[in-house]
């Protein structure tokens, strides 16, 4: 569904993104995984349409990305950004509903209600969203995010660090309404800094590294110890927990590593 | 928001064992305690009430009931008040025209203003930010100061002049200031309040030129000019007026949902599908041709498009599908009630309207900064 073919951009002499070839099918959820700086949000911002490449070309359901309007683009793939900038006083559930393209108010009242329940926000549909805490803010912009995707599949949904700022339960939460958005049909990425989250919801993990993907497959695959190793900087000990991969970083010790 | 409270259940996505509601649930806004609509329909009584009240009020004074009958027998109607030729005259030629017109301006500024707080995202932004105003008073005091030989040029029509300089003044300054704040197809909010008040500086900077070439009598009626006045009110000037107001707030309330989706942020605007500089230019052209009539047909008003704006928000939330006609109401509103103060307070002369709107709207400001209301 989601066709990179050679994505470069650059900047200057800076290259942001190098060579990048992948595809995100229907129905999978994929994780982009590595180092600050290894070009993760940028790639999400020429996958999602945002950017467009230095060279090589993007394709969503086989239209490529550079020929859509904003208004094809909006009805084909939705984006959880980073950071969110809203400091107006709306309710939660009018956040959600800022999402729906359309319909009668009631019933987008309604669906809205229904979103912001599935993120674990219902009981504050109608609190002040700047008066929500950081990642309670998060997970109504999520809210929002999935009422523009729809639950028909065949979209694509991208989402910036979606967890950056939850608490461990919600941030699985997240991570499962990511997985459950691919279940429906959708084409999901999402950038991530905890590989233990990568490596337990991730169909496919895509490592990053310097700008170029250093691996792209299912979690056992890419998320080898002695490749993060390599594209980390620091080991990685790889611990099953109960017949589930648990990644722990291994501090350097004084004497160098 | 209309949309009463919704039943809803916490359905867990993960087997977990759902979290119980950790904190109470704080009410949303503080002054909430009527639904918008409600809130639309009272303000719409109010301005109603008031108007009934001014057209009543001035050197002949009228009861409320002989304010209706006045209005009745100019339509027509029987009503059970009975007043004559005169009253009627008084009423629906000489003061009614001065009140629908205060009406529009009111409606225009803190319409505008709705718009514009909108479209750069900051509560406390005003029309004037984007050198709408200070472009139509230079073009304004510049005709009052050399303006003469066009006078004499067309007699027939010098007294449109004036107003047409201001409006001028009004949409090249503004489209000025638009142009200076384009990089690459793109107007920031930023850059536009940048180039908006350097665009306002200069034709700050040209008013006072003016008043330094400009004599004793120019320097009254400038004076008079920039502190605003609907003095000149008649019926051919408001329906000259209602034209650009009523397209511009048409303009303006098309971009409601634009405007609610520009405030989550100007990439996630375009996420939803939404051009901002589509968006921006439309609010810039409504707010230009609101604010350029506005000040064409009575100066400068301080303080409406400001104030207006941001009580209503704190008042019905940010939501501009209840904001922009709140807010329109609001102006009427407090336009009507200020001119009639303007008339009344140093009767048989008249305070001009700007002074009483800053006198309120100032304080209501420092209220707002003191109690800490002031903020997004």
């Known amino acids: 569904m989601i066709v990179a073919e050679h994505v470069t951009v650059r900047i200057g002499a800076a290259v942001l993104v190098d060579e990048v070839s992948l595809e995100v099918k229907a129905g999978e959820l994929v994780t982009v995984v590595g180092p600050n700086g290894a070009g993760k949000s940028t790639l999400l911002a020429v996958l999602a349409g945002d950017r467009v490449p230095t060279s090589g070309l993007v394709r969503l359901s086989d239209q490529v990305l550079a020929r859509q309007t904003g208004k094809q683009l909006a009805a084909r793939r939705a984006v959880l950004p980073q950071r969110a900038g809203l400091a107006a006083a709306f309710t939660a559930l009018e956040v959600v509903m800022l999402g729906q393209a359309g319909g009668d108010r009631e019933g987008r009242a309604e669906r809205a209600a229904h979103r912001l329940a599935a993120v674990e926000l219902g009981h504050l549909a109608h609190r002040s969203y700047p008066t929500l805490s950081g990642g309670e803010q998060q997970r109504v912009q999520l809210a929002r995010v999935l009422e523009q995707l729809g639950d028909d599949g065949g ?30 049909g959708h084409a999901v990425v999402a950038v991530l800094h905890d590989l233990t989250l990568a490596a337990r919801h991730a169909d496919r993990v895509a490592v990053m590294h310097r700008g170029a993907l250093a691996a792209y497959g299912p979690p056992a695959a890419a998320l080898a110890p002695d490749l993060l190793h390599r594209v980390f900087a620091i080991e990685f000990d790889l611990v099953n927990a109960g017949g589930r991969p648990l990644l722990a970083a291994r501090p350097a010790s004084p004497t160098g590593a | ?135 139509a008073a230079f073009a304004a005091v510049a005709y009052i100061v050399v303006g003469h030989p066009l006078a004499l040029a067309l007699p027939s029509l010098a ?25 690459d197809g793109r107007i920031s909010p930023s850059s536009l309040i940048l180039a908006g008040v350097g665009v306002a500086s200069l034709a700050g900077a040209g008013v006072g030129l003016m008043l ?165």
Do not use: Y
Not at chain 2, 159 to 183: E, H
Not at chain 2, 298 to 325: E, K, M, Q, Y
Not at chain 2, 331 to 338: D, E, F, K, P, Q
């Open chain 2, 159 to 183: 007294p449109w002049l004036l107003p047409a300089a201001a409006f001028v003044g009004a949409i090249v300054a503004t489209g000025l200031a638009v142009s200076l704040a384009r990089r």
């Open chain 2, 1 to 135: 928001m209309t949309a009463r409270p919704v039943e809803v259940t916490v359905a867990p996505i993960v087997p977990i064992v759902p979290i119980v509601a950790a904190r109470p649930i704080v009410a949303a806004r503080p002054m909430v305690r009527l639904t918008p609509p409600r809130a639309l329909l009272l303000l719409a009584v109010a301005l109603v009430v008031v108007a009934i009240v001014a057209l009543g009020v001035g050197a002949v004074k009228l009861s409320p009931g002989e304010v209706l009958a006045a209005l009745g027998r100019r339509l027509g109607l029987e009503l059970p008040w009975t007043v004559g030729a005169r009253e009627e005259l008084i009423v629906c030629s000489l003061r009614l025209p001065r009140i629908v017109l205060a009406m529009l301006v009111g409606a225009a500024l803190a319409g505008a203003g709705a718009g514009m707080q909108g479209l750069v995202r900051n509560p406390l932004a005003d029309p004037a930010l984007v050198g709408v105003s200070n472009g």
């Open chain 1, 155 to 184: 979209r694509a949904l991208f989402l910036d660090e979606p967890t950056a700022a939850l608490d461990p339960r919600h941030q699985h939460l997240v991570l499962a309404l990511a997985r459950r958005a691919a279940r429906a």
């Open chain 2, 212 to 376: 330094f070439v400009a004599n004793d009598a120019q320097l009254r009626s400038v004076t008079f000019w920039t502190l605003g006045s609907l003095g000149g009110a008649s019926w051919t000037l408001t329906g000259v007026v209602a034209l650009p107001v009523g397209i511009a707030l048409a303009m303006l309330f098309a971009q409601r949902d634009a405007l609610d989706r520009l405030l989550l942020g100007e990439a996630e605007a375009r996420h939803l599908g939404l051009e901002p500089e589509r968006v921006t230019r439309r609010v810039v052209v409504a707010v230009a041709l609101a604010v350029g009539a506005a000040v064409a047909a009575c100066g400068v008003i301080a303080f409406v498009g400001l104030v207006v704006p941001h009580l209503v928000r704190g008042w019905l939330g940010p939501s501009h599908r209840w904001l922009l006609p709140a807010s329109v109401l609001g102006g009427a509103l407090l336009l009507v009630a200020g001119d009639t103060v303007a008339r009344v307070i140093v009767a048989p002369a008249e305070l001009p309207v700007g002074i009483v709107t800053a006198l309120v709207g100032a304080p209501v400001l420092l209220v707002m900064v003191i109690r800490g209301e002031v903020a997004s």
